[in-house]
């Protein structure tokens, strides 16, 4: 069974640029999560997607926001990129997701982003 | 806020010691996860355990659930140089779906 794959692997943008990311999770799995790895704060939950309905996000501005398609794939987008931003943005997908519970997550290789 | 530590951050060992690290929830969790990360790669999931008290094994690791839910361990027997990387447990957060919150993770280094 083929792994979480993630688009682009590496990108570099400049501030005030956007940015989106792609992910597409096991085949057979509903539930996509994003998180940002950076090394002063660690794994950062961002949001997560079942059913393309978002039910779940974390603690970041408005600029960051996501959808998940019909066939579970998952975009990410960043608008406005700050120096911040650079980070490793890790997608993450399970086969359920139920309130209160985390099922076994399989990451993605992420998409290393750096802004300059 | 919910909150997991993780200790130690760093530990460095010669091939052939043990190494533990050890995880703390501020909350009581409905199971928690454990994840290993190589240098240069990406968080790869390595167990679940949900009962209080729970104990389980892989190979040289050894896994504990305390009985409160709210600190686990992983032990390491006999390091190699294969088991370097960074170790998060993770916990989820209380009321949400799927929604993960990582310790800060331990770095192991292992000198052969």
């Known amino acids: 069974k083929a792994g979480v794959t993630q688009t682009p692997r590496y990108l570099i943008k400049t501030r005030g640029q956007q940015v989106t990311l792609s992910c597409s999770p096991i085949?057979?799995?509903?539930?996509v999560s994003w998180y940002q790895q950076t090394p002063g704060q660690g794994l950062q939950f961002l949001f997560e997607y079942f059913s393309e309905t978002q039910r779940n996000k974390g603690n970041f501005p408005g600029r960051f926001s996501g959808r998940q398609f019909s066939n579970s794939r998952s975009e990410m987008n960043v608008s406005t990129l700050e120096l911040g931003d650079s980070a490793l943005y890790l997608c993450?997908?399970?086969?359920?997701?139920?309130?209160?519970?985390?099922?076994?997550?399989?990451f993605g290789p992420g998409t290393r982003l750096t802004v300059t | 806020g919910q909150q997991v530590m993780q200790i130690p951050q760093y530990q460095h060992v010669q091939e052939g010691e043990d190494f533990t690290t050890y995880c703390n929830s501020s909350t009581t969790l409905s199971n928690i996860q454990w994840y290993k990360q190589r240098p240069g790669g990406h968080p790869v999931f390595l167990i679940q355990?949900?009962?209080?008290?729970e104990v389980k094994k892989q190979k040289r690791l050894t896994f504990q659930f305390g009985e409160a839910k709210k600190n686990s361990s992983l032990h390491i027997t006999a390091t190699q140089t294969t088991d370097v990387g960074t170790y998060f447990c993770a916990g989820p957060v209380t009321g949400g779906y799927n929604k993960l919150i990582f310790g800060a993770g331990t770095r192991l280094a292992v000198h052969p």
């Open positions: 355990l949900v009962k209080s008290g």
């Open positions: 085949s057979g799995h509903r539930s």
């Open positions: 993450a997908s399970s086969l359920g997701s139920d309130r209160g519970w985390s099922y076994e997550q399989y």
